[in-house]
């Protein structure tokens, strides 16, 4: 079975400081990843995915993540927040072979950036 | 590319009206749709997966019969909530993937339909 773990129901940060949004996973084979962006009374934004190779990944509006095998996390992150990225994040696994079935999603990371 | 239309945005009405909520895939043919229920601060529960024209297939402790899915085209599901009661106010979203999509590609997101039974 897959799974999704997001610890952290919500982070603080202030403006212009680094930001993290913890995700881990477990699937029986090897995974794809992806992350979503939710903003109030809106559907999910696709930021970015890891399929393979490098193991740091960029996406949309600044935001990164780093694919990290052994410690089966996958992690989002982005060097200086701003305000506007006030917002829910879902962290969201498929494994490879399960072909085009629907994501399994964390229970989301609400992320407040403080001016 | 890739754009879901979801509409309506938002629906209020009386208790026993049932509600159609459509779900378009504006630039590219969706294979299969998704529809999810989300609701306050919680995350998204999947409620059934729609492949156009056959069958939904429906998560456990989903009612078929309360929560219609039709997929009739490549471009278009609709989710009917049928016989709505207060219970039944929530946020839904649909998704759809691309036909002949493989597992590493994203689901696009409609913009969801927050619905409000009085």
């Known amino acids: 079975a897959q799974s999704v773990a997001q610890p952290e129901d919500q982070v603080n940060v202030a403006e212009g400081n680094p930001l993290t949004v913890k995700c881990t996973y477990s699937?029986?084979?090897?995974?794809?990843l992806f992350w979503y962006v939710q903003y109030p009374n809106r559907g999910l934004q696709f930021l970015l995915k890891y399929i393979t190779g490098d193991n740091l990944v960029k996406g949309s509006y600044g935001f990164e993540a780093e694919f990290n095998k052994s410690q089966t996390s996958f992690h989002l992150k982005k060097p200086s927040a701003l305000v506007s990225d006030s917002a829910l994040y879902f962290c969201?696994?498929?494994?490879?072979?399960?072909?085009?079935?629907?994501?399994?999603f964390g229970k989301g990371t609400r992320l407040s950036v403080i001016a | 590319g890739a754009v879901v239309s979801q509409h309506p945005s938002r629906v209020i009405c009386k208790s026993g009206t049932s509600v159609k909520i459509e779900c378009r895939s504006l630039d590219f043919q969706a294979t299969t749709m998704f529809w999810y229920r989300q609701f306050p601060k919680q995350s998204l529960m999947l409620m059934a997966t729609?492949?156009?024209?056959?069958?939904?297939?429906?998560e456990q402790g989903v009612e078929k019969d309360k929560f219609l899915i039709n997929h009739a085209s490549l471009t278009l599901s609709t989710l009917t909530v049928t016989s709505a009661h207060p219970e039944d106010s929530s946020f839904y979203i649909c998704?759809?993937?691309?036909?002949?999509?493989?597992?590493?590609?994203?689901?696009?997101f409609g913009d969801g339909t927050r619905l409000s039974i009085l």
């Open positions: 969201a696994v498929r494994d490879r072979v399960s072909g085009n079935t629907p994501l399994v």
């Open positions: 699937v029986s084979g090897n995974p794809y």
């Open positions: 729609s492949n156009e024209g056959s069958k939904a297939t429906y």
């Open positions: 998704s759809a993937s691309g036909q002949g999509a493989d597992s590493n590609q994203p689901q696009h």
